[in-house]
């Protein structure tokens, strides 16, 4: 499997971005997608994850402005991001996989990573 993230940039605080995942090769062995992100200095974190089934969870300091979804079809996902915040500012990845029904639980042997993709919110 393979991920590509695209869509990160420079935005003013306020501002809206969309970054977008998409998969390629053996999609069968996906049924979930996160999006986390690593600010300088900081460790990583999970932003959102969607799971078989529908399951969204969101961090807690990105509730009411990020949304994640996923587009079957185009084997894609997305984050819309709004209301951006200087403090949202890092390189954000995709990771997707295989995790049993309803989680993001991702199996070791099926857990892939999409490179990064930065996001800058500044004035």
């Known amino acids: 499997v393979q991920l590509q993230a695209s869509g990160g940039g420079l935005v003013q605080p306020g501002g809206s971005l969309r970054l977008s995942c998409a998969a390629s090769g053996s999609i069968s062995d996906i049924n979930a997608v996160g999006w986390h992100r690593q600010a300088p200095g900081k460790q990583r974190e999970l932003v959102a994850s969607?799971?078989?089934?529908?399951?969204?969870n969101y961090a807690d300091s990105v509730k009411g402005r990020f949304t994640i979804s996923k587009d079957n079809a185009n084997s894609a996902t997305y984050l819309q991001m709004n209301s951006l915040k200087p403090e949202d500012t890092a390189v954000y990845f995709c990771?997707?996989?295989?995790?049993?029904?309803?989680?993001?639980?991702?199996?070791?042997?099926?857990?892939?990573w999409g490179q990064g993709s930065l996001v800058t919110v500044s004035s």
């Open positions: 990771n997707a996989g295989w995790a049993y029904s309803g989680t993001y639980a991702l199996l070791p042997k099926y857990n892939f």
């Open positions: 969607i799971a078989e089934g529908g399951s969204i």
